[in-house]
């Protein structure tokens, strides 16, 4: 390894030390850098290789942090695409991390978090913004009423 393709190699193991990235956004990460294709090729060629670069990985983190946020799967997965991950890596993580998946239980648990008392269902305005912000959270309208339905039942 010469100079400039061991100073991006350090460049690139030092951002991957911080957080999980996909091999398109290092690549993207090393381009705004100016690093030549060649060099860039090579970097991530070694990344993988010495096991410090994995979109396998990167899949699974990035959709476990979103799942635990209250994003449906789906929503996770098309965020995750847009990031640069690969459609076998996403696959993959989303089949181990949805195994016991429940759609309608997470957007209960999230209006739970959001409003424990159940208080907020008596007023319109306020039942539509918790409709949204379900939306917003990738469940879809059938799931939305359902589950919103139910919390009006319950706090009367």
Not at 120 to 141: H, P
């Amino acid at each position: 390894m010469d100079k400039d393709e061991a100073a991006a190699y350090n460049y690139a193991a030092r951002l991957l030390a911080q957080r999980e990235y996909c091999t398109l956004q290092i690549e993207q990460k090393l381009i705004t850098r100016k690093i030549d294709h060649a060099i860039i090729s090579v970097v991530i060629a070694q990344l993988k290789h010495d096991g410090y670069l994995s979109d396998r990985r990167f899949a699974e983190s990035y959709l476990r942090s979103r799942l635990e946020k209250g994003e449906t799967p789906w929503l996770a997965m098309k965020r995750a695409k847009q990031k640069g991950a690969d459609d076998v890596s996403l696959q993959l993580a989303m089949d181990e991390l949805t195994a016991d998946y429940d759609v309608e239980q997470t957007a209960r648990d999230l209006l739970a978090m959001r409003d424990p008392a159940g208080f907020r269902f008596e007023d319109e305005r306020v039942w539509q913004r918790q409709a949204r912000f379900l939306q917003n959270k990738g469940f879809g309208t059938d799931i939305v009423l359902r589950v919103l339905k139910e919390r009006t039942e319950d706090s009367r």
